[in-house]
C-alpha cells in the first residue's frame, strides 16, 4: 500500500548539517507536490519547505530560508530536505507529505494532504 517514510533525523549539534530523506512505496512520486512540516513540542505544526512535482518552483520559511535545500529525484522516488546551520529553535519532529498535482505555494498553505510520513526527530543540542 502506499506509504511515505521519513529517515535520517538524530541529534545534532548548533551549526551542524543534517540531511532528511522522504521515499515514497507503493505510488509514483513524480506527479505529487511534496511538502516539509515539522511540530515542535507544545507548539502548532508549520511549514518548512515544499517543491512542486516537476521540481521547478519551491518554498521555503522565512526562518530556514538560506539554510535549508529542499531536493527530490524523482528516478528515485524521494524527496530530501538539506539542513545546515542548525539552530536549537529548529528542534522538531520532521513530516513529509505529497499531494497530487499541487504545486509548492499550495502545500504550504493547505494542511490536508493525501499522504503524510510519520515522521523523523530532529534535535539540535550542545
Known amino acids: 500500500q502506499a506509504q511515505l517514510v521519513e529517515s535520517g533525523g538524530g541529534l545534532v549539534q548548533p551549526g551542524g548539517s543534517l540531511g532528511l530523506s522522504c521515499s515514497a512505496s507503493?505510488?509514483?512520486?513524480?506527479?505529487?507536490?511534496i511538502g516539509w512540516f515539522r511540530q515542535a513540542p507544545g507548539k502548532e505544526r508549520e511549514v518548512v519547505s515544499c517543491?512542486?512535482?516537476?521540481?521547478?518552483?519551491?518554498y521555503y520559511a522565512d526562518s530556514v530560508k538560506g539554510r535549508f535545500t529542499i531536493s527530490r529525484d524523482n528516478a528515485k522516488n524521494t524527496a530530501y530536505l538539506q539542513m545546515n546551520s542548525l539552530k536549537p529553535e529548529d528542534t522538531a519532529v520532521y513530516y513529509c507529505?505529497?499531494?497530487?498535482?499541487?504545486?509548492?505555494?499550495?502545500?504550504?498553505?493547505?494542511?490536508?494532504?493525501?499522504?503524510w510520513g510519520q515522521g523523523t526527530q530532529v534535535t539540535v543540542s550542545s
Open positions: 517543491i512542486s512535482s516537476s521540481g521547478g518552483t519551491t
Open positions: 507503493g505510488f509514483t512520486l513524480e506527479y505529487y507536490a
Open positions: 507529505a505529497a499531494d497530487f498535482l499541487r504545486g509548492a505555494q499550495a502545500m504550504a498553505v493547505m494542511s490536508t494532504h493525501k499522504y
